[in-house]
């Protein structure tokens, strides 16, 4: 069981940045690749970003490309996102994810993730 804690949402003006932060505690973060999704209010669940077991290998999606920067801590069993150039579009409750994976992989689904955090709201105002 892994369980993950996100942290670091909040408000911030447009073109303003944010690092959210995700704990994980439970077997061997360096056992799961990681993810970032988001959910905005009446939308569906988006995915973000990924990142393999190693850091090595990341995947953004095309809304975040060049803004967001993914990076992970396996001493510190943590997993950050960093978010600059924000937008109003970006407002949403952004969830981080784990899953078992092979060590270079990044997983872009919902389903290939098996532990999800109880998510952390980001507000980005015009």
């Known amino acids: 069981q892994v369980q993950l804690v996100e942290s670091g949402g909040g408000l911030v003006q447009a073109g303003g940045s944010l690092r959210l932060s995700c704990a994980a505690s439970?077997?061997?973060?360096?056992?799961?690749?990681m993810g970032w999704f988001r959910q905005a209010t009446g939308k569906e669940r988006e995915y973000v970003v990924g990142?393999?077991?190693?850091?090595?290998?990341?995947y953004y999606a095309d809304s975040v490309k060049g803004r967001f920067t993914i990076s992970r801590d396996n001493a510190k069993n943590t997993v950050y996102l960093q978010m600059n150039s924000l937008k109003p579009e970006d407002t949403a409750v952004y969830y981080c994810?784990?899953?078992?994976?092979?060590?270079?992989?990044?997983?872009?689904?919902?389903?290939?993730?098996?532990?999800w955090g109880q998510g952390t709201q980001v507000t980005v105002s015009s």
């Open positions: 990142i393999s077991r190693s850091g090595g290998n990341s």
């Open positions: 994810a784990a899953g078992a994976a092979t060590l270079t992989a990044v997983m872009r689904f919902g389903y290939q993730y098996d532990y």
């Open positions: 439970g077997r061997t973060f360096s056992s799961y690749a």
